[in-house]
């Protein structure tokens, strides 16, 4: 099982997935958030994670990344496609809209962030010039064609500490480095894929416009509504996606 899955806020289980069986991995960084699901998605075998464990209780700032990367290496997986519910800042990422992330950018802090730490450890400089795996990501985007389906196949998230939503300016601010989308999960995760040679590549799913950038305040109720519609599409975009290799 080469492919894994890792489903963010709203997407605890993949629909059609045919379940073989589950399996603790127990890793030198501790447990990782849930038990690893195996199972079959158009005869194709995965592995599927819930980042934020099952049921969904785990903080951003509290997963555990360094065990999640780590144990899906143990399991043989080489790719890694994330799923990862965000804020829209840029125009173009209005609500249940998806992107392809091509750039990110770092604003998380305090977080476990290297295999490379332990005392005694060679220091380990990763070239992150491309954050995402190319390949996995021209593969979306083509499985996102052949749905007609609308995407963005470029954009920049930034990630933020989170658990609370940001303010107004720190959204204007953002925008200003260049961030098109804003979410709490996409790093270290994606630093750690790259320090285990794992391709990874991410769905970001519009949950909600940004702080600021539509009248009123975000609720729960308006990200959940559009949140649902955007997920279904993420899930037919992976359908897809496993289909077509």
């Known amino acids: 099982m080469t492919l894994a899955i890792i489903g963010g806020t ?20 501790g447990n990782p958030s849930a038990d690893y699901v195996f199972g079959k998605l158009h005869g194709k075998k995965l592995v ?15 997963i555990n990344y360094r065990a999640n990367l780590w144990g899906l ?35 998380s802090y305090g977080r476990a962030h290297t295999f490379f730490a332990e005392a005694g450890e060679a220091v380990q400089h990763i070239d992150f010039t491309y954050p995402y795996s190319q390949p996995l990501r021209a593969g979306l985007i083509n499985a996102a064609a052949s749905l007609n389906l609308s995407i963005s196949p ?13 303010t107004a300016a720190e959204i204007q601010r953002m925008e200003r480095d260049g961030c098109d989308l804003v ?15 794992l391709s990874y590549a991410t769905i970001a799913v519009v949950a909600n416009w940004a702080a600021g950038k539509a ?18 599409n993420a899930i037919e975009l992976l359908q897809a996606f496993i289909s077509a290799k």
């Open 183 to 197: 979410g709490m999960t996409g790093m270290p995760e994606a630093a750690l894929a790259r320090e285990l040679n």
């Open 73 to 107: 290496k143990e399991l043989g997986v080489t790719r890694i496609i994330a799923v990862a519910a965000v804020g829209g800042i840029s125009k173009k990422m209005s609500p249940a809209h998806l992107a392809i992330p091509d750039q990110i950018i770092d604003y």
């Open 48 to 62: 599927f994670l819930s980042r934020h464990g099952n049921p969904h209780s785990i903080a951003p700032h509290n």
């Open 215 to 232: 009248e009123g305040e975000i609720t729960m109720s308006e990200i959940e509504r559009h949140l649902s519609k955007g997920m279904a």
């Open 154 to 166: 470029i954009a920049t998230y930034g990630c933020t500490q989170g658990p609370r939503l940001e």
């Open 10 to 29: 709203g997407l605890n289980q993949i629909q059609g997935l045919e379940i073989i069986g589950t399996q603790a991995v127990k890793t030198p960084f």
